[in-house]
């Protein structure tokens, strides 16, 4: 019985020894590890600027697969935040970002700390590198003691975060197909828009908060979109890089917004189109684009250059996470059917229905009929006319099949 009490004291004092040793280690942890990505730097701070993203590839998931991941509504860019619960569950809150960096305000284990993202161009690939600073608490330093402490469990974490960021990408931008249809028809009516310029290089960014911000705002008002949303490539300025762009969502009436909003109610003009479906990421579509107008040029269709390009997009996040599964059409206006039979683009599922080929050969001439020329769907007494198109910008992003028009009123 001594000896049994013995043992217990031994126990008891050992355990006391522990709990003073791992007191006495130090909770602060400030790790910084790299990672090299061959893939072009604006689309990797694309995708990791967007909170819908980290789930796919953040460690934290990985080591407790049934944690909860939330995100802002408006899921990057300042203000915006990603959450997770369960083991090891934090917050991180973007104070900047860029197409160079993300500044982040963090909370890991329930503590505050910091962390950022660099984006730094290496020979033609991409090098991340990220920085985090926090501390934790007693029981997870209790976890850490016997594996490498509190830096070894943070820069194991980062590792595995930067190791899937990279595998994820290369697998989903490297994937893509482009398909490109003889003839498709846009139709016409109204549509909610937001216009904004921006550079080049931050304008998939600038539509995905404009998108996102219009959804919102037909949730408030209980309106459903009439299709997919689309994109209105309004002008596009050589020498400053910068795009000025008409983020839409059609509608199946006129509505009414407050005045001194930033988004307003268009009018599209029906119009044909040559189009260029791209499935994968927005990186591809200069490579769509020129498919198209390669297929132009073989077969002799001209561009009707008074009317804007349309982007469209019918598949896209947050419903598609995954971007070697995008659904995007690019509309060249053509201004009349130069096809004898032509796609409706209204409906998202009509893109299979396509007449041409993505790759065309010299023995299939297309018939150039001479179709019946465009009719203006009704508009309304007073609505402006088409503008006049500005030479487009090289990167714009996706809309939907559905109604946009010729181009718009803006």
């Known amino acids: 019985m001594r000896i049994l009490k013995y043992v217990f004291l031994l126990m008891l004092l050992g355990l006391v020894a522990l709990t003073v040793y791992v007191a006495t280690q130090k909770g602060e942890f400030t790790v910084t590890r790299s990672v090299v990505i061959d893939v072009p730097r604006k689309t990797v701070a694309r995708y990791v600027n967007d909170y819908g993203n980290w789930a796919s590839w953040s460690a934290w998931k990985q080591d407790a ?19 997770w619960e369960g083991t090891g569950g934090g917050k991180l809150t973007t ?55 509190v830096n070894g469990l ?14 994820t990408l290369t697998y989903e931008i490297k994937t893509y197909s482009i398909r490109v249809s003889g003839n498709a028809r846009k139709t016409g009516g109204f549509y909610l828009k937001q216009t904004f310029t ?20 037909l ?5 459903a979109m009439a299709g997919t949303p689309f ?18 969502a059609p509608l199946r009436e006129e509505i009414f917004v407050s005045s001194g909003s930033d988004i307003s109610v268009g009018f599209l003009d029906p119009f044909y189109a040559v189009k260029a479906t791209l499935t994968g990421d927005y990186s591809h579509r200069k490579s769509a684009l020129k498919k198209a107008t390669d297929w132009m040029q073989q077969k002799g269709i001209a561009e009707a250059t008074h009317l804007k390009r349309v982007d469209v997009y019918v598949k896209y996040a947050p419903g598609a996470r995954r971007p070697s599964q995008w659904v995007t059409d690019y509309l060249i206006p053509t201004g009349q059917a130069v096809i004898a039979s032509d796609t409706d683009t209204d409906a998202p599922t009509d893109r299979e229905a396509t007449t041409g080929s993505t790759t065309p050969t010299p023995s299939s001439p297309a018939k150039t009929t001479t179709a019946a020329p465009r009719v203006p769907a ?10 006049t198109q500005n030479a487009t910008p090289a990167h714009a992003p996706p809309a939907a099949t559905e109604p946009a028009g010729t181009r718009t009123r803006p």
């Open 65 to 83: 697969p049934d944690a909860v991941f939330r995100h802002s509504d408006i899921s990057s860019g300042v203000g915006a935040w990603v959450q």
């Open 95 to 149: 104070l900047s970002s860029s197409v160079d960096s993300v500044s982040q305000k963090a909370r890991f284990y329930d503590e505050a700390g910091q962390s950022s993202l660099r984006f730094s161009d290496t020979l033609g690939k991409t090098k991340v590198t990220w920085k985090i600073k926090g501390r934790v608490d007693f029981m997870t330093k209790i976890n850490a003691t016997f594996g490498g402490g």
């Open 154 to 167: 943070m820069s194991d974490l980062v590792e595995r975060s930067l190791e899937s960021l990279r595998k």
């Open 198 to 217: 921006c550079n080049e290089s931050d304008a998939d960014g600038r539509i995905a908060n404009a998108l996102a911000k219009i959804e919102k705002l």
């Open 219 to 223: 949730r408030k008002q209980r309106t």
């Open 231 to 248: 994109v209105i490539h309004e002008a596009f300025d050589y020498p400053t890089k910068r795009v000025t762009l008409s983020v839409c």
């Open 378 to 387: 009704t508009r309304p007494q007073g609505t402006a006319t088409p503008t």
